[in-house]
């Protein structure tokens, strides 16, 4: 096996991605991160001597910033970095931390029972936000200065330097258009556009994921083989289903099949019944993707036609009927 080939296989092992993000972007991250910390430690410290906080404190719960600061400026669109997460993340998984260390022994233990209920918490909360773990394990592991402030620990320094971190990202991906935070802010910006030839006209490929990802000219947090295997499998679930619906209910959802920002969800909320004969009409509700809680109507054969499948919402997510 040649050179090349053992080196990209041992990339493959080690979870080396290939990053095409530009260069400018890359200094965009870098800077943002710069300046949400540098104030944070700047306010921090100012609170701590105005109001005779514990400045150790402040400093312990930073390290947990900092790594929020990679998600906020290196991955701003991410799930994991928008507005809840890190504010649910950190909030209750300090508050986890410090009640587990008020009424558990010190010890190994602690630390592992109050990061693994943080992780919990967060997944039904949906707030998974990974440095709300080290929130949690510092209001264990701190100290007596982390202690002694008790649950006055989650307003200063948890609070406050959320607070911080958030308003910087914000105002600071203010001035980039593809860079505006929170993600939704970058989605209702975009102008939605109609494909040239019906979706499952377009053979999508790893190269079209690639050119698509330089576009966007932004981390993606998921690898070319996550892609690759996702793209995989929604092919094989959309191969399941072709046809539109031979009928239309009413109380029934109803997908266009559509990708993207193209894509929209309906719910039939009333109709005039098939033996009006002539006036035959659908009147349905978008819950969903475009133009959603928008009311509208049409007759029942061009609904039928824009439907390309009934579905369910199960857990959060949108499947086909039956599926």
């Known amino acids: 096996m040649k050179l090349t080939s053992l080196l990209d296989e041992l990339a493959h092992w080690l979870g080396i991605e290939r990053n095409q993000t530009s260069h400018g972007e890359k200094l965009l991250s870098s800077l943002g991160a710069c300046i949400a910390i540098s104030l944070t430690v700047l306010l921090s410290l100012f609170v701590s001597m105005k109001y005779g ?8 719960i ?4 900092g ?10 669109h991410g799930v994991l970095s928008q507005p ?6 950190h909030m209750i998984s300090a508050f986890i931390g410090i009640v587990c260390q008020q009424l558990l022994p010190t010890g190994f233990v602690t630390a592992g029972v109050a990061v693994g209920l943080a992780v919990g918490a967060m997944y039904y909360l949906r707030c998974i936000h990974p440095p709300g773990g080290a929130s949690a394990l510092t209001a264990v592991v701190g100290g007596s200065e982390v202690y002694d402030m008790g649950y006055s620990f989650l307003l200063h320094p948890v609070l406050l330097n959320v607070v911080i971190m958030l308003s910087v990202a914000v105002l600071f991906n203010l001035f980039f258009d593809w860079r505006r935070y929170p993600a939704h802010l970058v989605s209702r910006q975009r102008v939605p556009t109609e494909p040239s030839a019906p979706i499952s006209d377009y053979v999508l490929t790893t190269e079209d994921f690639h050119a ?3 576009d966007l000219d932004s981390f993606v947090d998921i690898g070319e083989e996550g892609l690759t295997e996702l793209l995989e499998k929604a092919k094989l679930h959309a191969q399941t289903t072709i046809a539109h619906p031979a009928t239309i209910q009413k109380g029934c959802f109803y997908s266009n099949g559509n990708i993207g920002h193209m894509w929209s969800i309906r719910q039939v909320i009333d109709d005039a019944g098939q033996d009006h004969k002539g006036r035959d009409l659908i009147i349905y509700k978008t819950v969903a993707g475009q133009g959603a809680y928008q009311t509208g109507y049409c007759d029942r054969e061009s609904f039928r036609q824009w439907a390309r499948f009934r579905v369910t919402e199960q857990d959060g997510l949108w499947v086909k009927s039956g599926a």
């Open 53 to 60: 906080f514990s400045s150790t404190a402040s400093l312990l």
């Open 62 to 65: 930073i390290s947990s910033m």
């Open 67 to 76: 790594a929020s600061s990679v998600l906020l400026f290196a991955v701003p």
């Open 84 to 89: 809840w997460p890190v504010f649910g993340g």
């Open 212 to 214: 698509a990802i330089r």
